[in-house]
């Protein structure tokens, strides 16, 4: 999805920072969050799958679609749950995930410019689901990029300050020299943003 509206016009309007950039840091703006008027339940719910929506650059079909799935889904856990897992585990939030990435906007182009690959498969299409022990790797012609030296030399560092780790998430595993990352196990609760209320979300697509 590409927005049409001005980035910070949509930070100010769910009252955060959501592309996580120093750009777009409302306590740095002279306009902070837009006003809103009274909350009501359907207004709160609304919000927190707007919040949702953007900040993982969803358009409202995916989204949606996603929650379908996860009704249909035979995961033995809650539709909120099985939701997020499957948003998750979309190719190009996995990328921004293991820090490959500064923004998930970011992380998008690059999977559409076809600069990794999926267990050896060069592939360009960021919504793709990955599973366990799947093998995401940046191809081998991009590594001298300077882009990607950049990187690499920003994940080394960030891995000695971090006793090794180049991600905080438990379910992947990076390898910061091979720039490569195996899908080591399903997302929990644990490993979901906080900030999004899911279950506000499942309720406003369920009535």
């Given at each position: 999805m590409r927005y049409t509206w001005p980035?910070?016009?949509?930070?100010?309007?769910?009252?955060?920072?959501?592309?996580?950039?120093?750009?777009?840091?409302?306590?740095?703006?002279?306009?902070?969050p837009l006003k809103t008027r009274k909350s009501s339940e359907f207004w709160t719910q609304l919000r927190k799958k707007q919040l949702a929506k953007r900040m993982f650059g969803l358009?409202?079909?995916?989204?949606?679609?996603?929650?379908?799935?996860?009704?249909?889904?035979?995961?033995e856990w809650t539709t909120w749950?099985?939701?997020l897992k499957l948003i998750e585990l979309r190719l190009?939030?996995?990328?921004?995930?293991?820090?490959?990435?500064?923004?998930?906007?970011q992380s998008r182009q690059f999977v559409s410019h076809a600069h990794f690959t999926v267990n050896g498969v060069k592939v360009d299409v960021p919504s793709i689901s990955v599973?366990?022990?799947d093998v995401i790797a940046l191809r081998d012609k991009l590594k001298e990029s300077p882009l990607y030296k950049s990187l690499l030399e920003e994940l080394e560092e960030f891995s000695k300050q971090n006793k090794g780790k180049v991600s905080s998430c438990k379910w992947i595993e990076v390898d910061s020299k091979k720039l490569s990352i195996t899908i080591k196990a399903l997302p929990t609760k644990e490993?979901?943003?906080?900030?999004?209320?899911?279950?506000?979300?499942?309720?406003?697509?369920?009535?």
């Open positions: 980035k910070k016009k949509l930070c100010r309007r769910e009252g955060i920072n959501l592309f996580w950039t120093e750009k777009y840091d409302l306590t740095k703006s002279k306009r902070g358009s409202e079909k995916q989204f949606f679609s996603y929650f379908k799935k996860a009704q249909q889904s035979t995961w749950e099985k939701m190009d939030n996995v990328v921004y995930r293991a820090n490959f990435a500064r923004t998930r906007i599973k366990v022990w490993d979901f943003e906080q900030i999004i209320d899911i279950q506000k979300i499942v309720e406003f697509y369920s009535k």
